[in-house]
């Protein structure tokens, strides 16, 4: 009884063993399939749009977009993850999924493919090469078989492909006077085969390209997870020690304060223009500078330059150009004074946020300027981000100690007009002016690994030279087997095949069969 109790055990944990086994293999065939993959990766795509399209809150001007939105729209993508879709579970758990098909798909083709580059065919029979796509039978006489395969040796090497000559023993009834198979005899051969080959790594051009991929998805993986990336806005004057970042649940959003290993001071911005007389729109912008300084307690003052083609990096933070508050501005300022008791007019340059001297001691301060000024409920103002009417204001110290205020019109004012009135002694006048937004935005990635870097340096470039390598280079074979047709007479039977550009390889193989013709009536015959 006992016996038989476990027998039957056994039978039942094979049948479920059984049972189990295709579902498992079902589900790996899937994950290894290429259609899984190409569905995986347009997914993935789309998912990048919808970030695109999407403002993401940690970018610059996501609190206006947040705002335009309505109710429903800010339920619906938020509880789904549309405002931080590269941070979310799903983009992530896509991307391992992904990563997995690939490695999957890799090791069940790459034996196969490997087979081309370890053991290729260098032998064909007579009835495979005729099968081929190109193929062609020339009739040779008057030389060896050795000096036939040489001579195709050699077109072939002329021609771009490696060649290899190889000779292969064969056996074969002897056949009697009547042409029936003699099986008391059997006759050894030796065959000439000639094996030509281009661009064989190319069969292993998918697997570089899986590479490329995994290393941009793992250093894109990396750098979400152990970094982040801000846009913010720089002015002048301004400085910070810390970045303001946005984390978004369903209908709030919750900024938090990170918090920089060194203090940024910005310096200056500059903005170079492609018609100096134009508006400061992104249209009309050839490239954007800004100036920082780092004071870092470990290592010093640190004075960059950032501009459009050119990021910053310090410490793993790496600083971009994104966009301008493109609200008129000015860098420098040339005024034009007149003094109050007459006299000739004379220039001063003043720099924003900067202060100069003149000769009788009165000090110019740089207070503010505005593109369109006007006065509202008293304070001054700007009507608009165009400069329809520039104002500098400017703060002024006489040599006495007394202030008083200014205002810089690019017009001229009359002497009655109450706000042109002469001050300190001297009448203002905004003579020229360099212009300048208000504010430059940069963009401050944080990778202490330098995973973005690997990632679109090492990976996107990567994968796009393993990309031109797999759709232009291809794999080109050509056989010539070289067969005695009786007396001193030969027969060579030539075929070949390519992996891709069928037609540049036809041509090809019309050459080389062209050019053993010529040879064959003229020099083998």
Request: contains cysteine; proline residues 4%; neutral net charge.
């Amino acid at each position: 009884m006992f016996v038989a109790e476990e027998t039957i055990k056994k039978q039942a944990a094979v049948a479920a063993k059984t049972q189990t086994t295709p579902i498992l293999k079902r589900a790996l065939d899937v994950l290894s399939s290429v259609r899984f993959g190409v569905v995986l990766l347009c997914v993935l795509v789309l998912l990048s749009v919808i970030g695109m399209l999407i403002v993401q809150q940690n970018v610059n001007g996501f609190d206006a977009y947040f705002a335009s939105l309505t109710p429903a729209e800010k339920l619906v993508y938020g509880s789904i993850g549309f405002f931080d879709v590269y941070h979310s579970w799903y983009f992530n758990f896509l991307l391992l999924v992904l990563s997995l098909n690939i490695i999957l798909a890799s090791i069940d083709h790459f034996p196969p493919s490997w087979s081309y580059i370890s053991t290729p065919k260098v032998t064909a029979t007579r009835g495979w090469l005729l099968k081929q796509k190109q193929n062609a039978v020339l009739k040779v006489q008057g030389k060896s078989e050795q000096e036939i395969a040489e001579e195709i040796s050699r077109t072939f090497k002329t021609n771009g492909f490696t060649p290899r000559i190889v000779q292969s023993k064969n056996s074969s009834y002897a056949l009697d006077a009547n042409g029936n198979k003699n099986y008391s005899e059997i006759v050894s051969k030796t065959s000439f085969y000639v094996f030509g080959e281009s661009g064989r790594w190319n069969r292993l051009g998918a697997y570089i390209v899986h590479v490329f991929l995994l290393t941009l998805f793992l250093g894109h993986f990396t750098a979400l997870q152990t970094g982040f990336d801000a846009d913010v806005r720089m002015m002048p004057g301004q400085t910070m020690n810390e970045i303001q970042l946005i984390e978004f649940n369903l209908d709030k959003q919750e900024r938090f304060a990170v918090g920089l290993p060194f203090t940024i001071d910005c310096t200056d911005i500059q903005q170079s223009l492609i018609d100096p007389k134009g508006s400061i729109e992104i249209a009309n912008t050839m490239d954007w500078r800004t100036q920082i300084k780092i004071t870092d307690p470990n290592y010093g003052e640190t004075v960059a330059d950032v501009s459009l083609n050119k990021p910053f990096e310090y410490r793993g933070y790496r600083f971009f150009q994104a966009s301008a508050i493109t609200v008129g501005s000015a860098r420098t300022m040339t005024l034009e004074l007149t003094p109050q008791n007459g006299g000739a007019p004379f220039s001063v340059n003043l720099m924003r946020n900067g202060s100069t001297s003149l000769p009788d001691g009165t000090k110019i301060d740089y207070e503010a300027f505005f593109p369109d000024f006007v006065l509202n409920q008293g304070k001054p103002d700007t009507r608009s981000a165009d400069y329809n009417n520039p104002v500098a204001i400017l703060n002024i110290t006489k040599s006495d100690g007394a202030k008083e205020r200014a205002y810089a019109f690019g017009a001229k004012l009359s002497d009655s007009a109450p706000i042109g009135a002469p001050v300190a002694g001297y009448k203002w006048r905004l003579k020229e002016f360099e212009k300048s937004p208000l504010a430059h935005v940069l963009s401050i990635k944080y990778d202490p690994f330098n995973a973005a870097f690997v990632a679109w340096y090492i990976g996107g470039f990567g994968l796009i030279g393993a990309l031109c390598f797999v759709f232009f280079v291809s794999h080109r074979r050509v056989w010539a087997m070289i067969d005695e047709s009786g007396g001193n007479n030969f027969e060579v039977v030539l075929g070949g095949n390519t992996n891709r550009s069928e037609q540049g390889f036809e041509d090809k193989f019309k050459k080389i069969v062209g050019q053993l013709g010529e040879k064959s009536d003229a020099d083998l015959s």
